[in-house]
Each structure stands twice: as C-alpha cells, then as structure tokens.
C-alpha cells in the first residue's frame, strides 16, 4: 500500500492578522536573529518543508518586503479582519496537491526555531498512521506549531472565526501526538511592545 506520509510536507504561515495590540508597531518586521520575524521563520520552514506559504492581507502589503526572494508561496487574505481562519482556509486552499501534511507555524513566536520544526516532521514520518503533531513546552503545556495530515484539510478549509484550528485539534484529540520543545517555544508569542523590551532582555542580540 502506497505510503501517504512519504508525500510532500508544507508550512503555512498566517501573516495576515493586524497587530493592533502593538500600538503601531509590526510585530513580524520586529528584528530577531538581525532579520525580520517574518523573514527568519519563513527561512526555518523552507529548511526543512517541501513547500513554504506565507499569508498576507494583500500581495502588496509592507510585509512581503521581509520575505523578497525568498522561495515562497504568497497567498493575499482579504477577509483576514474575519480572523485567523480566513488565513487558515485560504493558505491550505492553495496547496499544491502532492502535500500529504501542513504544518501551521504561528508568525510571531521568535523562539520556534527549525530544530523544532524538524522534530514535528520527525514524530509525522515515525508514526505508523497519520497523526496530528502538536508542540507543547519542556513540562507538556500544549502550544504550537501544529502539524495535520492531508485528511483534516477539509476540515480546516471550512474554519470560522479567531480561534485558529483549535476545532480540528479539538475533533481529532484521540490521534494527537505531543512533541515536546525546548524551554517554552511552544508558547512564547510576542503581541505587545512590553512583551518585545520583556523578551529582547533575556535574548540580547
């Protein structure tokens, strides 16, 4: 029988959110590692996935400056103020038809690094049936990224709202496989100044 988890694996990367809490400021053009957010993590992804997707809430948005030449797909979201779903559906929308996995990697989490990601990959490729991969800190908290197999697609594509796929993992809870991360990868998101000053002090450049 044909091996479905030996097909191509993609990592979408919702970009398309607004920012507000960050008073003017874009959290994903913030520098990490002396490069653009957006940049480093479409640059861990396009290290270890067949196919990378960026989402933007249009093709000309300031952000894609951060990403020029980079490898990408690009996918403009014009209902992105409808929430991160819009996001979701769209970017897993315009797959290419040969991935067997998406792995959703949160554009504004500094820590994720590409040894994480490769882990998730790991732990899909290991496992005898396709399961989902979920990223939790070194003591279990669940977080992200979140890898899903090519059969919760549809469901994916039929999200609403701003609470990400929380659904589908919700739905699928019987054939999730935790990863953990170093640390608290798995959960440091940055969505304010005070949380940027908070995290720059412990991660001098």
Not at 42 to 64: E, G, I, K, M, N
């Amino acid at each position: 029988m044909y091996d479905t988890r030996m097909g191509g694996i993609a990592v979408l990367i919702p970009a398309a959110g607004f920012g507000t809490r960050m008073r003017g400021a874009d959290k994903l053009l913030q520098l990490v590692d002396r490069v653009p957010l957006l940049r480093r993590q479409a640059q861990c992804a396009l290290a270890v996935a067949d196919h990378v997707t960026v989402t933007l809430p249009d093709h000309d948005h300031p952000r894609r400056a951060a990403i020029e030449g980079l490898p990408v797909q690009i996918v403009a979201v014009p209902d992105a103020d409808l929430g991160m779903s819009a996001s979701l559906r769209r970017g897993v929308a315009y797959l290419p038809r040969d991935i067997d996995a998406v792995m959703i990697l949160p554009a504004d989490m500094p820590d994720i690094c590409e040894q994480d990601l490769r882990l998730l990959i790991k732990g899909f490729r290991a496992c005898p049936h396709p399961t989902l991969q979920q990223g939790t800190t070194e003591d279990g908290t669940p977080g992200h990224p979140v890898l899903f197999p090519r059969d919760c697609f549809n469901a994916i594509a039929q999200l609403t709202g701003d609470q990400g796929a929380r659904d589908v993992l919700r739905a699928n809870r019987h054939r999730v496989r935790f990863v953990a991360l170093p640390g608290k990868h798995a959960l440091t998101d940055l969505d304010t100044p005070e949380a940027w000053d908070a995290w720059r002090a412990l991660n001098p450049a």
